[in-house]
T-cell receptor, first 114, second 114 residues
Framework: ETGVTQSPTHLIKTRGQQVTLRCSSQSGHNTVSWYQQALGQGPQFIFQYYREEENGRGNFPPRFSGLQFPNYSSELNVNALELDDSALYLC?????????????FGPGTRLTVL | AQSVTQPDIHITVSEGASLELRCNYSYGATPYLFWYVQSPGQGLQLLLKYFSGDTLVQGIKGFEAEFKRSQSSFNLRKPSVHWSDAAEYFCAVGPTGGGNKLTFGTGTQLKVEL
């Protein structure tokens, strides 16, 4: 059984640029959630995707967007990067056939915005 | 709105000593409750979870947690800490009504002295 994987591991961008982060869900999981973890903070929910549709969103602006593909992998896109977007971005997958809230996290992508 | 408070930002214990990490939550009903551990530069690993039933739950790595409804608490314990337990610990709540949004506390950094 393959766990949740994310790419890239690290990324450096400059303010105003756009970035795409990728996540492959755990085998058998059809739901992907994205979280932002700023330094010294707990993860903050960005949004969730289920069956290729956004299914819940946290308090993040529209420049944070996502996609989910038929194989349940997902992308997080951030436009017009700001310095405060520097964080660890975590992807979590889960299966609606089980406990809806039991999520399995990937190792994260560390984004640095200069 | 749901929220989680972890009042201890840093805790230092000696190897072999017992450990208790505090977690208090605010939620309209009994939520799903989780403890995650995060090692430096890593994603989150689920230690244990509470959905219903027995209020004392056992997790991996010798950890346990007790749900106390009257105190809105879900404290994490371990009888004897090992040096490898040094990490950051996050308490989280999730809605019982469905959906996968987890709300995390700000974390407790555990240091283990040899």
């Amino acid at each position: 059984e393959t766990g949740v994987t994310q790419s890239p591991t690290h990324l450096i961008k400059t303010r105003g640029q756009q970035v795409t982060l990728r996540c492959s869900s755990q085998s058998g999981h059809n739901t992907v959630s994205w979280y932002q973890q700023a330094l010294g903070q707990g993860p903050q929910f960005i949004f969730q995707y289920y069956r290729e549709e956004e299914n819940g969103r946290g308090n993040f602006p529209p420049r944070f967007s996502g996609l989910q593909f038929p194989n349940y992998s997902s992308e997080l896109n951030v436009n017009a990067l700001e310095l405060d977007d520097s964080a660890l971005y975590l992807c979590a997958s889960s299966s609606t056939s089980g406990r809806a809230n039991e999520q399995f996290f990937g190792p994260g992508t560390r984004l640095t915005v200069l | 709105a749901q929220s989680v408070t972890q009042p201890d930002i840093h805790i230092t214990v000696s190897e072999g000593a017992s450990l208790e990490l505090r977690c208090n939550y605010s939620y309209g009903a009994t939520p799903y409750l989780f403890w995650y551990v995060q090692s430096p530069g890593q994603g989150l690993q689920l230690l244990l979870k509470y959905f219903s039933g027995d209020t004392l739950v056992q997790g991996i790595k010798g950890f346990e947690a007790e749900f106390k409804r009257s105190q809105s608490s879900f404290n994490l314990r371990k009888p004897s800490v090992h040096w490898s337990d040094a990490a950051e610990y996050f308490c989280a709540v999730g809605p019982t009504g469905g959906g996968n949004k987890l709300t995390f506390g700000t974390g407790t950094q555990l240091k283990v002295e040899l």
